[in-house]
């Protein structure tokens, strides 16, 4: 749209989520924390990986399995790689593999702090909408009203208001898409032509400094 200032969001969660098990060291259930390691054994031709987490009270480890008697051979070479290297964005990204976390523990501890790098993509002299792409690669519990509040400066009932008055659009289009986690591909409309302070939001946009939501 010729009218509109578009901005993409890329949005980086900032701790990894933490499960809680029953600590050998502790004796009791306790949070664990991914230390950032890997751990990879060979039977002959056949593999086992896990990722490796700490006891946030006594450092106790749990080992958490990624596969189990993998043939190298049916291997993808970017994850063995990673693995044997123990590549530090391949780790973080498995560490935020909540379907696997949910198979080993009833409890998972999610944390909505992020960091947002924003990118112009897009700025006409006479812009009267902020068009905003999300692109999420990692899992966050962040809500989307969240997020919209603390970076447009916007109370989370103002918002509501907008949308429900459709000052405020999004793709997908549903009635509680501001309630619901962050997800990559979310596009959000404001009409801002009757808005007081239309520079102030352009200015937070300009910015490309990553920086915590």
Known sequence: MRDSIRV????????????WLVCSGCGGLKPFQASGKTRLNANGRKLDAWLIYKCL?????????????????DMDPVVLDALQSNDP???????FNLDALRRSSPRIDEFPEV??????????PDWTKLEIE??????TSTRLDRLLASELGVSRSRLQALHDGGTLRTNPDR??????????GTQVTLDLVTE?????FAHRQRSLVFGSG
Do not use: M, Y
């Open 8 to 19: 993409r969001w890329t949005i980086v969660p900032l701790t990894a989520p933490q499960p």
């Open 57 to 73: 009270a006594c450092e106790k480890t749990w080992n958490r399995s990624i596969f189990e008697r993998r043939n190298v051979r």
């Open 89 to 95: 964005q391949w780790i973080r990204r498995e560490a």
């Open 115 to 124: 960091g947002i790098a924003r990118e112009v993509q897009h700025e006409p």
């Open 134 to 139: 999300l692109i999420v690669p990692l899992p």
């Open 175 to 184: 009635a509680d898409i501001l309630r619901r986690r962050l997800k990559t």
């Open 196 to 200: 007081a302070g239309r520079e102030t």
